[in-house]
């Protein structure tokens, strides 16, 4: 038995003194069993709601879902106003650290001043309910406030990571007709300013729907201006009024469009609303993490341009009163024990990141860890990729020094919210996987034509009822939601793009993406969006991209690419050419880690790239089974280009 197996094969009883005190316990699964949306009501009522909903799931029209029908609310006022009225305005939400060190505070009270006044400052700049403002910021606190206010007035927000490119911000502008812009001079990474605001002029000028750009001043880096567009956030919010009354809107109202990679290069554009969407935030945040509002300190440490930080940063953390980290930067900046500095400094006691990060700890070396004060956590989790069993060890042991229940949550942008993960106080645990639906979820492992698996056979996941935090469509483009999710095994049934299989005891474990997606860093990135990329370049004929597995990163992007007639192979140079293209073109996630030039690519008898051998190739992996190929000789011309090593 390999160790990663023995490992896996071990099981973690839940501590008693967990469940002794959890906030869930084993009747959740329970209740959810023998009626789903009574469930999901309760849940729902841990909000406040400005008028009760008449029905909870409206689901005569799949796969076009509305949840809590009739009900109306305000996201911020569930977020930010009542926890204030309730008197807890002194609480801190935020402990904000800056990657250079500088630190800023913010308690309920205050981000609601922040709130309001942005909210005024949105309106006064003629932001309407519906109407799509963009956020391009780096994890900075403006960065919740403007999601907060626009949420707050109805407008619809959609945070681009500030690691994307000029290009991607354009295409995502374009594609949501997006009005404002709300970005910064900079941000820091990696111990240097790095601009924000040149990407968004150039975004900006190809799209003539923006009207205004807002600028926090964050890095005191030099900026084009554009008279009449332009504003700094400090003369336009700060003398705004800390007063604004926040209206009420349909549950169904959009809250957000978050873009994601799918299978074509056009990424989608994911569209959550209002009322299902923090009813599921709210309640997975306090049942997985186990929140204690009065005494956790909570930090998610993602990025809040991610659906991680949507959901876990901002809307389920504040909408259950949790105090929270939000961290700026790196692990590594200016040291590589940054983040325990951090966790000693505030006293965190829930941590929530990717394995990717803890891959990199773990080659980083126990020692670092161990030279400080983590004693204060209690509880883990992960999300992003599927955990291996040595990580999730080693995360137990020396982050969580042995006593801290690891939460491996599985979800995705379009689920909007945790959808299958062990709960703290309920599940017994085991290393590398995510186990158990949440109460009130339903997921399947399903073979081909949909039949149920398990015994640990292979098969698709599939989630076969709705949920409340699910996305209700892709921005503009019904068909593509219907195409993309609920057709391949009919339309009651969401198909979720991962592989699984389901062991004797029922654990769901799962086993990556199925389509043409990668998963770096916990990032989804396109091989065709990258595929797409490299062709742009004038020398490039045609490219093939894979995700070829990596110890740290999960997946590595390798690509092969025919260079034109014309173009010269100049060996190394060309290759640094294209990885800084595509870097540029999408964003430094992109680049790829390897870039092979080749003669010609593996196609089946119908003309289709054969990834799974160029995969092969780029792990070093025997090949694959090669009878379509329409000339096995080509795999010979690629293995000639391969390093020596290989
Ligand atoms: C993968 C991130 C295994 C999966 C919240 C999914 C996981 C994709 C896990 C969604 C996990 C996420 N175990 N795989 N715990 N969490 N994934 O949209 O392939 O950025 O489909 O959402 O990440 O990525 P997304």
Known sequence: MSESTE?????????EHVAAQANVGPDAHERAAQDRLGFWAEAADRLTWAQRWDEVLDWSNPPFAKWFVGGKLNVAYNCVDRH????????????????????????????????????NALVELGVQAGDRVAIYLPMIPEAVIS????????????????GFSADALASRLEDSGAVLVITSDGGYRRGAPSALKPAVDDAVSRSPGVRNVVVVKRTEQDVEWTEGRDLWWHETVDRQSAEHTPEAFDAEHPLYIMYTSGTTAKPKGILHTSGGYLTQVAYTHWATFDLKADTDVFWTAADVGWV?????????????????????????????????????????????????????FMKWGEDIPAGFDLSTLRLLGSVGEPINPEAWLWYQEHIGGGRCPIMDTWWQTETGAHMITPLPGVTSLKPGSA???????SAKVVDD??????????????????WPSMLRTIWGDDDRYVDTYWSRFGK?????GDGAKKDADG?????????????????????????????????????????????????????????RGNAEDSGDDLVQTLRNHVAKDIGPIAKPRQIMVVQELPKTRSGKIMRRLLRDVAENRELGDVTTLTDDSVMNLIKDKLPASA
Request: glycine share 10%; with cysteine; hydrophobic share 40%.
């Open 7 to 15: 490992l896996a094969g071990r099981r973690f009883p839940v501590p």
């Open 84 to 119: 204030v009225e309730a008197g807890h305005g002194e609480q801190v939400a935020y402990h904000w650290e800056g990657e250079p060190g500088d630190t800023r505070t913010l308690t309920y009270a205050q981000l609601k001043d922040e709130v309001s006044r942005a909210a």
């Open 147 to 162: 999601m907060l206010a626009c949420a707050r007035i109805g407008a619809v927000h959609m945070v681009v990571f500030g």
């Open 308 to 360: 991680t930080g949507h959901s876990y940063i901002v809307y389920g953390p504040l909408a259950n009163r949790a105090t929270s980290v939000m961290y700026e930067g790196t692990p590594e900046t200016p040291h590589r024990g940054r983040w325990f500095e951090l966790i000693q400094k505030y006293g965190v006691t829930i941590l929530y990141t990717a394995p990717t990060v803890i891959r990199t």
């Open 435 to 441: 186990q158990t639906p949440f109460p009130g979820i």
């Open 449 to 466: 034509e949909g039949n149920e698996l398990g015994d640990d056979a292979t098969g698709l996941l599939v989630l076969t009822e709705p």
């Open 492 to 496: 009651e049934v969401y198909f979720a």
């Open 507 to 563: 654990d769901i474990w799962l086993l990556g993406r199925v389509d043409d997606v990668m998963n770096v860093s916990g990032h989804r990135i396109s091989t065709t969006e990258v595929e797409s990329s490299l062709v742009a370049h004038p020398t490039v004929a045609e490219a093939a991209v894979v995700g070829a597995s990596d110890p740290t990163t999960g997946q590595g992007i390798v690509a092969f690419v025919i260079l």
